[in-house]
């Protein structure tokens, strides 16, 4: 039985809590960037009344570039999570399945030593009668 409690603790998965904090730092310095970009553009919209035509930024490229990667992380981040939530209902479920086997073979043994005492009993019944003498069968003699 220690076997199997060792077993399903090696099952449990690791702790979600560093996860979501990855999780939660890239959303927030997503928004950062979002910000940065929102402030660029309206910046950038505001120099474009003042002069004809302005020059590409090339930080905002950066920023557009870096907000990608980070989209691309945070949803590599939620597949592996979605795995890892996969793997772990399908070993609750095994666990499940083998407790009910135990239960059933548990059941089945304690009927089987049910019927074991009930036949030592029997058993030691009948030798109780068997030592009662029986009467001695009458020989018939000839005349």
Avoid: H, W
Avoid at 129 to 135: K, R, S, Y
């Amino acid at each position: 039985m220690t076997d199997d409690r060792s077993a399903s603790a090696d099952v449990r998965p690791r702790s979600a809590l560093p996860l979501l904090v990855a999780i939660l730092s890239l959303i927030v310095a997503g928004g950062a960037l979002l910000a940065s970009y929102n402030n660029a553009t309206k910046f950038a919209a505001s120099q474009e009344r003042a002069a004809a035509v302005p020059p590409p930024d090339p930080a905002v490229e950066q920023m557009k570039q870096t907000l990608a990667s980070l989209q691309q992380a945070v949803q590599g981040i939620q597949a592996e999570q979605k795995r890892q939530a996969a793997q772990f209902g399908d070993a609750q479920q095994k666990t499940s399945a083998q407790q009910g086997e135990q239960k059933l073979i548990s059941d089945q043994l304690g009927a089987l030593s049910a019927r074991v005492n009930s036949l030592e009993s029997a058993r030691a019944e009948s030798p109780a009668q068997a030592t009662q003498p029986a009467p001695a069968p009458q020989r018939r003699t000839r005349r």
